[in-house]
């Protein structure tokens, strides 16, 4: 590839065995000798493993699993052997610019070219028409050769200086170089350009994909196709066996590194597999631009750069089937999962005895088995925790038959009752401590075996289905077959069942199918019903939850279990069920096997563009619901950024619910609310792809965003409970998901930059005003401005009709807008009283929107809570969601302002103003989500009032929340449908001033 000798021939891979991939050197010259880079080079990616042997690196001892705080290969230092018979070229020369010098390439093996190659024929164009394995594209000018410094963030250091591209993999790499140390000093800090993996997508014509190894980790092949629901970031299937019809997508383990052990979970009827991927997705990044020298005032430029970039996250993936298909299961653990790097695989339940030998066979790993007890308690504990409406309970007869319950803050004590083959209980005490107080063996397994014996069925769910259809009052004796009527004596009703099955022994007729399986459902339940009741009322616990294969969603099942708990508790133990109960051991088993990565200490949401969902109607015998083995689809979870706690305000933790309105439960707000957003998807689309003007597919990701989101819309018209409860939060929340997986960061970023600059010039203009007026006069005019400011929210039709049809609709406009006081919610008069007091300790300020909303309602107000005293902690979302402000943008406007303002600048300067993230990225807000970090500084300054701004934030959610300090919510209802149900009209106001009850 390079000049001289040793650019003759090409390098190939051949695959040895089931081991990864060797390079072969093919041509007339001998190999050359090894030659390190002596500033040391960070190789990541897929292909990191291949690159080194390509590249006859000599690698360290134990660089082949790489430490995880550094996953990839790590050449250490050495000499710089330069090839003889170099050509001066940038290609020749074995040598390219990087940081402060020249980091060396290994002479006479992959030699860096001005293009990055692309795979052509089997083997790697290096761009100059010649194969061959890898291409290095050179740093071109002298931007890209300034070493990064304390004024240059890696993310304005410019692009980075090339990828090793193999098979048409992008890899990531990174040249960590040191400065020269001076005479008698230690060496500086590394620094280090990376750039992140990308996936090339498969032509429509290209054969089908076949599956590679490099790097101890999957990588994709050139031909691999886009994965239809995230085309940056493919995603692991089901085998097909397991799925009706899939696409063919795999998971990218980015940065060479190994994937944490992947356990499978296999109980005794059920394999339930859980596996862990790390995925791509696409971030919108703001930079300030460098304006020393400018005023800032009549600079045209934006106030910042957009730029959007690659991240990897973490995912969690969750599915179960019926063990008929465990040789599927395998195939797929050991095509897609199993890597260079993994050794063991762990197991539990009974299918870790049953199958060990078949999994050592076929995987050839070593099988860990897992304590059983110790996997449920840790999977429910998981879930418990980190998804929002877990646990429900479950009420046939009322509307809805689903009512989720709320996060608790202390999940402790409680009684896991799990059915599977058999029935186990258990008191869990804490995170570490429980006990196994009984069981029995009457259990799923019961129901299953006794089930087939009756009807000759042989499919579980065609069990359920049968039960569903049946009547069991003709196989059961019930009290009024015996007695005539109730029992008066013992409080007996007629329709309890006295003997299940009593009738068939005495009934000369042959009883149905569906009657046999109804009774035999009933009997079993309530049995385990009882049970469970006893055990409950025994520990003196009034929480019992019910997981395991039998429930698995089915209404008789859930209905016959409650009816048991209720009537022997006598009410005073409730009985809950788990959306993803199916999948506790799992994932306590995927927990145990990924301790190095400690999972427990971040927290974790449920993926709602692509994972489960609850279903109350009886399961079908369809093939894709028979493969799938159960009523559940498949879960994922989304690593999320930061640990998420409750705000230490709340009055009540344990009773906060965030959402104003259960759309579950009120059928005529769902069914506007519903139709609302179905509306508004044109709109959302066309503002998706006027996002991405330079990008070729954006229309046709819109498209596939616009046919997910009305999916899931019209699944929640038929299943309102699908994802727990149903709210306006909730189809905010997916909507925000679904643009995500189609990589629509944020399609309101150019919208936030002007108008963020627009605002930003009529701050002077705005505070001079206030400044003029008097001391109760300027109160009133604060509290007008913040409200005008909430009208500029592009997530409201009206609004953004007015925005788009009237460019110059600002500020004044926008303030003659507001409803005439009195306001539809009033307390002004005595948050006036209270300004008259003395001044507040520390005030949070969750604030809404970029623009004016932030810059001329928001920055006033708190500029006057500072000039009194008060300190200020101004909280702004983790990441987008509509045209909502960001931290990050937070920070460029604070800085802006302070520039223009000495009470904003010396706030900053004296650490009495502060900007923190929410850790959300939703147009509502959930205090028990909160980022714990603003939770930690609120508690240490003492914050003594709460500043709820916005419709999503104030109206649909947390206009009932009760906090321990003073707290005021304002909003402008800019939906006619809403401000109608409140008793007002369009741009009402309601501002709600409350003081804690002593």
Same mark, same amino acid.
């Given at each position: 590839m390079g000049g001289g000798p040793a650019g003759r021939g090409r390098w190939q891979g051949r695959r040895a065995g089931r081991g990864p991939r060797r390079a072969q050197r093919f041509g007339p010259c001998s190999p050359r000798p090894p030659a390190h880079c002596p500033s040391g080079l960070v190789v990541r990616g897929p292909s990191a493993r291949r690159l080194a042997v390509a590249a006859r690196l000599q690698l360290p001892e134990g660089a082949a699993r790489p430490e995880r705080s550094m996953p990839g290969i790590v050449v250490p230092p050495g000499e710089a052997r330069r090839s003889s018979d170099s050509r001066g070229s940038s290609a020749g020369s074995g040598r390219i610019p990087a940081a402060e010098g020249w980091l060396p390439r290994p002479a006479g093996a992959l030699a860096p070219v001005s293009g990055v190659g692309t795979r052509t024929g089997g083997s790697c164009s290096s761009g100059r028409g010649k194969p061959g394995w890898a291409a290095l594209s050179a740093a071109q000018g002298p931007e890209r050769r300034r070493p990064l410094g304390p004024s240059r963030s890696p993310a304005s250091a410019g692009p980075a200086l090339g990828r090793w591209r193999f098979g048409g993999v992008s890899t990531a790499w990174t040249w960590t170089s040191r400065p020269p140390p001076a005479s008698g000093q230690a060496p500086g800090p590394p620094v280090a350009y990376r750039e992140p993996p990308r996936a090339r997508t498969r032509p429509a014509s290209a054969p089908p994909a076949t599956r590679r190894r490099a790097g101890g980790c999957l990588a994709l092949p050139p031909s691999l196709p886009a994965c239809p629901s995230r085309p940056t970031a493919p995603l692991m299937p089901v085998p097909r066996a397991l799925t009706a019809q899939q696409p063919r997508c795999w998971t990218v383990l980015p940065h060479g590194r190994p994937a944490p052990q992947h356990p499978a979970f296999t109980g005794g009827s059920l394999t339930k597999l859980a596996y862990y991927s790390t995925v791509q997705h696409k971030v919108a990044k703001v930079r300030s631009f460098d304006h020393s020298g400018k005023d800032a005032e009549q600079d045209h430029e934006p106030p910042y750069e957009i730029s959007v970039q690659e991240e990897v996250t973490a995912r969690l993936h969750f599915v179960k089937f019926e063990n008929t298909y465990i040789e599927a299961c395998l195939d797929f653990i050991k095509d897609h999962l199993v890597n260079t790097e993994t050794k063991v695989i762990q197991a539990t339940g009974g299918g870790a005895y049953k199958f060990k030998d078949l999994i050592e066979e076929k995987l050839r790993l070593k099988v860990d088995k897992e304590d059983v007890m110790t996997c449920l308690i840790k999977g429910c504990n998981f879930v418990l925790k980190n998804i929002p409406h877990e646990a429900f309970v479950y009420q046939k007869d009322s509307d809805p038959e689903f009512r989720f319950q709320t996060n608790h803050p202390n999940i402790f004590p409680y009684l896991l009752v799990n059915i599977g083959s058999g029935v186990s209980i258990v008191k869990v005490e804490t995170e570490d401590r429980f006990e196994w107080i009984g069981g029995s063996s009457i259990g799923g397994g019961t129901f299953w075996g006794l089930g087939a014996l009756l009807t000759k069925t042989k499919k579980f769910d065609e069990l359920l289905h049968l039960a569903s259809k049946g009547h069991h009052t003709n196989v059961d004796m019930l009290v009024q077959d015996i007695y005539g009527g109730a029992h008066e004596t013992l409080g007996l009703s007629g329709n309890l069942i006295a003997s299940s099955f009593g009738k068939s022994a005495t009934a000369d007729r042959e009883f149905s199918k569906e009657d046999m399986a109804k009774s035999l459902l009933h009997m079993i339940s309530n049995d385990i019903g009882q049970l469970a009741c006893l055990y409950a009322r025994l520990h003196c616990l009034d929480r019992v939850y019910f997981g395991g294969f039998f429930i698995r969603g089915h209404p008789v099942t859930m209905r016959t279990i409650t009816y048991s708990i209720n009537f022997f508790s006598k009410g005073e133990v409730q009985a809950?069920?788990?959306?993803?109960?199916?999948?506790?051991?799992?994932?306590?088993?995927?927990?145990?096997?990924?301790?190095?990565?400690?999972?427990?200490?971040?927290?974790?949401?449920?993926?709602?563009?692509?994972?489960?969902?609850?279903?109350?109607?009886?399961?079908?015998?369809?093939?894709?619901?028979?493969?799938?083995?159960?009523?559940?689809?498949?879960?994922?979870?989304?690593?999320?950024?930061?640990?998420?706690?409750?705000?230490?305000?709340?009055?009540?933790?344990?009773?906060?619910?965030?959402?104003?309105?259960?759309?579950?439960?009120?059928?005529?707000?769902?069914?506007?609310?519903?139709?609302?957003?179905?509306?508004?998807?044109?709109?959302?689309?066309?503002?998706?792809?006027?996002?991405?003007?330079?990008?070729?597919?954006?229309?046709?990701?819109?498209?596939?965003?616009?046919?997910?989101?009305?999916?899931?819309?019209?699944?929640?018209?038929?299943?309102?409970?699908?994802?727990?409860?149903?709210?306006?939060?909730?189809?905010?929340?997916?909507?925000?998901?679904?643009?995500?997986?189609?990589?629509?960061? +944020?399609? *309101? =970023? !150019?919208?936030? #930059? @002007?108008?963020? $600059?627009?605002?930003? &010039? /009529?701050?002077?203009?705005?505070?001079?005003?206030?400044?003029?007026?008097?001391?109760?006069?300027?109160?009133?005019?604060?509290?007008?401005?913040?409200?005008?400011?909430?009208?500029?929210?592009?997530?409201?039709?009206?609004?953004?009709?007015?925005?788009?049809?009237?460019?110059?609709?600002?500020?004044?406009?926008?303030?003659?807008?507001?409803?005439?006081?009195?306001?539809?919610? +009033?307390? *002004? =008069? !005595?948050?006036? #009283? @209270?300004?008259? $007091?003395?001044?507040? &300790? /520390?005030?949070?300020?969750?604030?809404?929107?970029?623009?004016?909303?932030?810059?001329?309602?928001?920055?006033?107000?708190?500029?006057?809570?500072?000039?009194?005293?008060?300190?200020?902690?101004?909280?702004?979302?983790?990441?987008?969601?509509?045209?909502?402000?960001?931290?990050?943008?937070?920070?460029?406007?604070?800085e802006r302002i302070a520039a223009m303002d000495p009470v904003i600048h010396s706030a900053l300067r004296e650490e009495r103003l502060l900007l923190m993230q929410t850790g959300s990225s939703s147009p509502c807000l959930d205090l028990s989500r909160l980022d714990k970090g603003l939770a930690m500084l609120v508690r240490e300054r003492g914050a003594d009032l709460v500043v709820i701004e916005g419709m999503g934030r104030a109206v649909h959610t947390n206009y009932y929340a009760s906090l321990r300090c003073e707290s005021l919510k304002l909003a402008v209802i800019k939906n006619s449908w809403l401000a109608e149900r409140l008793g007002g009209r369009l741009f009402s106001v309601i501002f709600k001033y409350e003081v804690p009850a002593e």
């Open positions: 809950l069920f788990l959306r993803h109960e199916g999948y506790l051991g799992a994932i306590g088993a995927f927990l145990k096997g990924a301790e190095q990565d400690n999972p427990n200490q971040y927290s974790w949401g449920e993926n709602y563009a692509g994972s489960s969902g609850l279903r109350s109607s009886p399961p079908e015998p369809c093939p894709s619901q028979r493969t799938r083995g159960g009523a559940f689809d498949l879960l994922e979870m989304d690593r999320l950024e930061r640990p998420l706690v409750n705000l230490p305000l709340l009055l009540d933790p344990s009773s906060y619910v965030p959402d104003t309105v259960d759309l579950t439960d009120d059928a005529l707000a769902r069914k506007y609310w519903l139709s609302c957003f179905e509306e508004a998807l044109d709109g959302v689309v066309k503002r998706a792809v006027a996002s991405q003007p330079g990008s070729v597919d954006a229309a046709e990701r819109a498209e596939k965003f616009r046919q997910k989101y009305w999916n899931k819309l019209q699944t929640l018209r038929h299943q309102p409970f699908a994802y727990g409860t149903l709210t306006v939060r909730s189809l905010l929340d997916t909507r925000e998901h679904c643009l995500n997986e189609f990589s629509f960061p +944020d399609p *309101y =970023s !150019k919208v936030k #930059q @002007r108008e963020n $600059g627009v605002a930003l &010039k /009529c701050f002077q203009r705005v505070i001079r005003s206030l400044d003029a007026l008097g001391w109760e006069e300027r109160q009133l005019a604060l509290v007008k401005g913040l409200l005008a400011g909430n009208v500029f929210d592009w997530g409201a039709k009206a609004v953004s009709d007015v925005l788009e049809s009237d460019p110059q609709f600002g500020f004044e406009e926008a303030k003659r807008k507001l409803q005439e006081r009195p306001w539809l919610v +009033d307390s *002004y =008069s !005595k948050w006036l #009283q @209270r300004l008259k $007091g003395p001044p507040h &300790k /520390c005030a949070l300020i969750f604030a809404d929107n970029s623009g004016v909303d932030v810059i001329l309602g928001v920055f006033p107000f708190v500029r006057e809570l500072l000039s009194r005293g008060t300190e200020v902690i101004l909280a702004c979302n983790s990441g987008p969601a509509l045209n909502d402000v960001t931290y990050s943008e937070s920070l460029i406007v604070a």
